[in-house]
């Protein structure tokens, strides 16, 4: 089975300010990794993804995230954050190569809610 | 481009009514799933489909079924709705598994 732990469930921060975003993850099986962000009363979008190759990740709107096999975490970094990147954050692992039952779908944290202050 | 569309976009139920919350999407995607959203939790799979006429249960299926008849539509069914399955209800579609998932709006279930 796989899992994902995201370390925290609120980040404030100043405008223009650098913010880490932190996950780790579990599972037996070579994983994707996902970092999704939802702004109020939408959907989830998707920021960035992990599937092999460079372990430095970048997405939409400047954020990056990093893979770290050893450490089995996969954070995401954003080296100055705006007012409008105010949004909840969710961390999710996928199991790579063959897989059964539910663990082919994605499975997510439990979200970090990100708020950017003046 | 609509993508992944879900109605209805919120809905009151008393306890022990049915309904059924729809999904459809338009990218051809075989994979679709539904998830709940509760406070502190996260997303959690409810049912999971790998292409018409293949469904499979997730993490909390119970109180929940659903069909794939189509490719394009995944409808989830609340049998006899609890106050337990209060929540916010979100339907995803992928082309592939390790490909991006595409998210619709959300349900917004209320069960008094």
């Known amino acids: 089975a796989q899992s994902v732990t995201q370390l925290d469930s609120q980040v404030p921060v100043f405008e223009e300010a650098p913010v880490e975003l932190r996950c780790n993850y579990s599972s037996s099986v070579s994983v994707y990794l996902f970092w999704y962000v939802q702004y109020p009363n939408q959907g989830l979008q998707l920021l960035l993804k992990y599937l092999s190759g460079s372990t430095l990740v970048k997405g939409i709107n400047g954020f990056e995230a990093e893979f770290n096999k050893s450490q089995t975490s996969f954070h995401l970094r954003k080296p100055s954050v705006h007012i409008s990147d105010t949004a909840e954050y969710f961390c999710?692992?996928?199991?790579?190569?063959?897989?059964?039952?539910?663990?082919?779908?994605?499975?997510f944290g439990s979200g970090t809610q990100l708020t950017v202050l003046p | 481009n609509a993508g992944v569309t879900q109605t209805p976009k919120f809905q009151v139920l008393k306890t022990g009514q049915s309904m059924t919350l729809q999904c459809a999407q338009d990218?051809?995607?075989?994979?679709m799933s539904w998830y709940r959203q509760d406070p502190g939790m996260g997303l959690r799979l409810i049912h999971y489909s790998v292409g018409a006429g293949i469904t499979d249960q997730g993490e909390v299926p119970n109180g929940y079924n659903v069909s794939r008849s189509t490719t394009e539509d995944f409808p989830l069914r609340l049998l006899s709705a609890a106050p337990s399955q209060t929540s916010v209800y979100f339907c995803?579609?992928?082309?592939?598994?390790?490909?991006?998932?595409?998210f619709g709006q959300g349900t917004r279930l209320t069960v008094v």
């Open positions: 999710a692992v996928l199991s790579a190569g063959f897989s059964s039952g539910s663990a082919r779908q994605l499975t």
């Open positions: 995803a579609s992928s082309r592939q598994q390790n490909t991006e998932a595409f």
């Open positions: 990218m051809n995607h075989e994979y």
